[in-house]
């Protein structure tokens, strides 16, 4: 019952570098997000998606793209990566976005950017 | 604006209860979400509201007041296992319904 795969778990990027964080889920749900999480803030929404092909903007999307090319892909790029961007990156989906229905996270990616 | 305030830590000891609080100011409030997060790891859904109550699940129990903007999760019978970060996350209509995440509390069981 894998749930939500994201991978790598960690990874070191040089300033100026990218880098693609990939997440998969096997639970057929529409709706998949990315998140970035620093230490003593909230989990902070990057990019949403509510069904292949359709893709929206969080709060902080600047310096990040992404795509939804399947249902259970939801890959996030790193242009240029920048030591802002040094953050722990989680991945997540649901079923809907309404209701009781929650998110399902993924292990989470560790990036630095030195 | 949107703003959602948590105590940063808590200490409590095994085998007691502790209630862990949620305010918020959101302009459109569309239900009320706490997960639990262990270091290191994912943050994992625990319980909803979104009517004025209590809801019990086991040890656990969330509460929710949307005229006061406030809500508690309340854990009873602590195990040192529930030593972890609780995320309070509000479900806001003037952000497309997207979650606004509280900073989170980190709850310190001692035995």
């Known amino acids: 019952n894998a749930g939500v795969t994201q991978t790598p778990k960690f990874r070191i990027l040089k300033i100026g570098q990218s880098m693609t964080l990939q997440c998969t889920q096997d639970?057929?749900?529409?709706?998949m997000y990315w998140y970035r999480q620093d230490p003593g803030m909230g989990l902070k929404l990057i990019y949403y998606?509510?069904?292949?092909?359709?893709?929206d903007k969080g709060e902080v999307p600047n310096g990040y793209n992404v795509s939804r090319s399947t249902t259970e892909d939801f890959p996030l790029r790193l242009e240029l990566a920048a030591p802002s961007q040094t953050s722990v990156y989680f991945c997540?989906?649901?079923?809907?976005?309404?209701?009781?229905?929650?998110?399902?996270f993924g292990d989470g990616t560790r990036l630095s950017i030195l | 604006g949107q703003n959602i305030d948590q105590p940063t830590e808590m200490t409590a000891t095994e085998g007691a209860i502790v209630q862990i609080n949620c305010t918020y100011q959101?302009?459109?409030?569309?239900?009320l979400f706490w997960y639990q997060q262990h270091a290191g790891e994912a943050p994992t859904f625990l319980s909803y509201?979104?009517l004025d109550g209590l809801e019990e699940k086991g040890r656990f129990s969330s509460f929710l007041s949307r005229s006061k903007g406030y809500s508690y999760l309340l854990l009873k019978e602590l195990q040192m296992k529930d030593s972890a970060s609780y995320l309070c996350?509000?479900?806001?209509?003037?952000?497309?319904?997207?979650?606004?995440w509280g900073a989170g509390t980190k709850l310190i069981i001692k035995p």
């Open positions: 997540a989906s649901s079923y809907s976005f309404g209701g009781n229905q929650p998110q399902h």
């Open positions: 639970m057929n749900h529409n709706y």
């Open positions: 998606s509510v069904g292949a092909g359709i893709t």
């Open positions: 959101t302009s459109g409030f569309n239900g």
């Open positions: 509201n979104v």
């Open positions: 996350a509000v479900r806001d209509r003037s952000s497309n319904y997207q979650l606004i």
